[in-house]
């Protein structure tokens, strides 16, 4: 009878999933920054809300006046273990433009390491390998290697196609797979 609660624990199914933010009606984004071209000059402005759904809505416009070009918004996740995880799962609504999705495995770092995904106006799901994402800063690729880091601490979504344009992008899941 003493093996039972071994055994128990041997049957629970083992997650696989890491929950990076649970978006829910009553999720606290709190924790999200806005980050614009603002700070270079620029006059781009996003948002990021809930909507009556409880997803993170991140909306705007993006200006290339004065030199300006991107919205981003940032979550500082904490330090997060990547635990063997191979990929990172969006589950989103876009308008149909492409964004970049962000990571930082520390947040003193001064680039990220990205991947462009493109949005189709419909709720889609997107896999990005992290070994695929490769590091970036202020739009030039550097001759460092694709993600291999044990931890992630901060994510970002950004929009900056080179051209003045509203946005609109709806986030549901943002999960390690």
């Known amino acids: 009878m003493h093996y039972f609660p071994l055994l128990l624990v041997l049957l629970l199914p083992i997650s696989t999933t890491n929950v990076l933010f649970d978006f829910s009606e009553k ?12 700070v270079m000059g620029g006059r781009s ?6 909507n009556d759904e ?4 991140f909306a705007g416009t993006v200006s290339l006046e004065n030199n300006g070009g991107f919205s981003s918004v940032r979550y500082y996740a904490g330090e997060v273990a990547i635990d063997g995880k191979t990929k990172v799962y ?15 495995s520390d947040v003193r770092d001064w680039y990220s390491y990205i991947m462009p995904f493109s949005t189709t106006g419909e709720w889609q799901e997107v896999e990005i390998p992290l070994d695929d994402m490769y590091p970036s800063f202020r739009g030039r690729k550097l001759s460092r290697s694709n ?27 943002i999960e390690l797979r």
Do not use: C, M, P
Not at 27 to 34: E, G, K, L, T
Not at 54 to 57: R, W
Not at 90 to 104: C, N, S, T, V, W
């Open 147 to 173: 993600f291999n880091g044990d931890y992630l601490e901060e994510i970002t979504f950004l929009i900056g196609n080179k051209k003045n344009e509203s946005f609109e992008l709806q986030i549901d899941a």
């Open 54 to 57: 409880g997803h993170g809505v």
């Open 45 to 50: 402005a996003g948002t990021f809300s809930l």
């Open 27 to 38: 999720a606290d984004i709190r924790s999200w920054r806005v980050i614009d071209d603002v």
């Open 90 to 104: 969006l589950r989103l609504k876009g308008d149909g433009k492409e964004y970049q999705f962000r990571i930082k």
